[in-house]
């Protein structure tokens, strides 16, 4: 189990973080942390500026883990920091009670809080670029139509649109 002192290297101590909480999950068939954060991560490595490089890197690592785990944001913070827990909070696209966030609000919220913008770019790229390994049909145009739909917000809030504008 992910004890902090276990490491250093903050970015190290969020990969395995997020590793152990994500185990067992799958993204199309594959491991979602291997198929899916560690990708996000390295996105997130190359789009960031370099005064929030390693914030942004951690973030991405953790953005799926309070949505998608029992994780709580309290515990992001306890690990890794104000910032990251913030950026964190920011990406979880649902409430306390479960409900989803308003996608207006969401992408609003997100595009104040710069580590967050980064790593919900490198989360969005990382999708569409996978949307060509996809061999459901169905599935494909189903997300792909998504994706389409919500680029207004990506423009509108500037999160990176350019980026994401090549794939779609």
């Given amino acids: 189990m992910y004890k902090k002192e276990q490491l250093a290297n903050p970015k190290a101590e969020s990969s395995l973080f997020a590793k152990e909480r994500h185990a067992g999950q799958k993204y199309d068939g594959q491991d979602y942390y291997e198929a899916h954060i560690v990708p996000v991560a390295e996105k997130a490595g190359e789009i960031a500026s370099e005064q929030n490089k390693e914030k942004s890197i951690i973030t991405a690592y953790l953005h799926d883990v309070v949505e998608d785990t029992t994780t709580a944001v309290e515990e992001i913070e ?17 409430t306390v009670d479960g409900v989803k966030k308003d996608k207006d609000y969401y992408y609003r919220e997100i595009s104040k809080n710069e580590i967050a913008k980064v790593a919900k770019a490198a989360d969005r790229y990382v999708n569409v670029a996978n949307l060509r390994k996809l061999e459901n049909a169905e599935k494909k145009e189903k997300l792909t139509n998504k994706y389409k739909s919500e680029m207004k917000y990506f423009e509108k809030y500037n999160i990176y649109p350019e980026l994401l504008k090549v794939l779609l």
């Avoid at 104000?82 to 979880?92: I, P």
């Fill in 78 to 94: 306890k690990h890794f920091g104000k910032d990251v827990a913030t950026a964190v909070e920011l990406l979880t696209n649902r």
